[in-house]
């Protein structure tokens, strides 16, 4: 069976019932790689990682871990990745991903705020093109 992997920028609150209900389904092994643990500010508001199921999750991985982890992929995997040119390991890791051969990718991307200023309309752009890429 493949496997599923959720590159994350953070443990997320919304992602997290769906990735534990798709464990709980997946016969395969489903891994949640975060880029970054849940800011101080969060923690000092009582948040903690959420429930991911059973699933094999690695928070803040070294670039050494991060790319063992790129190196044991195996064929036919699934590779699902949260934001987009915005958090460096996670962008690092797409990129190398889709080097690989006979790998599916997924990427949820937003543009951002925007509002009719001239940054905001460069923003989009820049998104657009990163987009087509």
């Known amino acids: 069976m493949s496997r599923i992997y959720f590159w994350l920028n953070s443990p997320s609150i919304h992602q997290a019932p769906f990735i534990r209900e798709l464990a709980k389904q997946w016969s395969g ?7 970054n643990d849940i800011d101080k500010t969060r923690k000092q508001a009582g948040w903690s990682v959420p429930d991911f199921g059973d699933v094999e999750m690695f928070i803040e991985p070294v670039r050494i871990k991060r790319d063992e ?12 990745f949260s934001g987009f040119n915005a958090y460096k390991e996670t962008y690092y890791t797409l990129k190398k991903v889709s ?7 997924c990427v949820h991307a937003e543009t951002g705020r925007h509002d009719e200023r001239i940054k905001s309309i460069l923003r989009i752009v820049r998104h657009k093109l990163l987009a087509l890429r």
């Open 69 to 80: 982890i790129i190196n044991s992929i195996p064929k036919g995997s699934f590779h699902y």
């Open 99 to 105: 080097n690989l051969k006979d790998v599916f990718l």
């Open 29 to 35: 092994d489903l891994y949640v790689i975060v880029e």
